[in-house]
């Protein structure tokens, strides 16, 4: 499995990172998510430069000219529900792409112990078609791992790009070894090293999705 981390060397990422986790900034949920949609078209632009493209003649007003254009078939899959402005980043420069979505919670039987439960999913056919998997936060790996299992009842992509803008060093060696013959490359903004007793990431930024939509239940 190919890891990519994007943070290196730094870019404007950084500093769009840095204002998602301090805690005076991200008081403010609408700078929060439009952070989230600029890191996801941050990730967009660089995921584009790895697809395959096809040579094109454009008639101008003066003449012919020659473009390359992706020619591969997008799906962009988010996590809810703090997948939802990483996604629409991503969809901001891949607007072409269709659309998948994966409902995944964790369901704490007490504070140390947790099961991830899927239980929506809405895709469309995925058979050969490149896929970009995004959820924020990469704490464990089970929640991505699980929503990859599930989205492979749609199809067998053609390859899997699988987006994280903070991940647990924990959760990266899972993906890898969960996912390790799978056609998949990883994404990642920055790798913090801990996990804490409830199996949030340290430093971290704490809930991605109640910092973006409000606290839940």
Not at 126 to 133: C, D
Not at 202 to 217: E, S
């Amino acid at each position: 499995m190919e890891i990519k981390h994007i943070n290196q060397p730094p870019s404007i990422l950084n500093r769009f990172i840095a204002e998602m986790r301090d805690c005076n900034i991200q008081s403010d949920p609408l700078r929060f998510r439009r952070n989230l949609e600029r890191i996801g078209e941050i990730f967009a632009y660089e995921i584009s430069k790895i697809l395959t493209y096809e040579e094109k003649k454009i008639k101008t007003p003066l003449g012919i000219a020659t473009e390359f254009i992706p020619n591969e078939q997008l799906v962009i899959a988010s996590i809810l529900r703090a997948g939802i402005p990483l996604h629409n980043g991503l969809l901001s420069y891949f607007d072409r792409a269709e659309n998948a979505f994966v409902s995944a919670y964790r369901k704490y039987a007490d504070d140390g112990n947790f099961d991830i439960h899927i239980e929506y999913i809405s895709a469309p056919d995925l058979n050969n078609k490149t896929i970009i998997l995004a959820d924020p936060m990469l704490a464990t790996g089970s929640s991505m791992e699980l929503a990859y299992q599930a989205l492979k009842a749609n199809g067998q992509a053609a390859h899997i790009h699988i987006v994280s803008i903070i991940a647990s060093q924990t959760g990266v060696d899972y993906i890898v070894n969960m996912l390790k013959d799978e056609p998949v490359t990883l994404w990642l903004g920055v790798v913090d090293e801990e996990l804490n007793a409830k199996s949030y990431i340290v430093p971290g930024l704490g809930d991605a999705g109640d910092l973006a939509y409000g606290a839940k239940l």
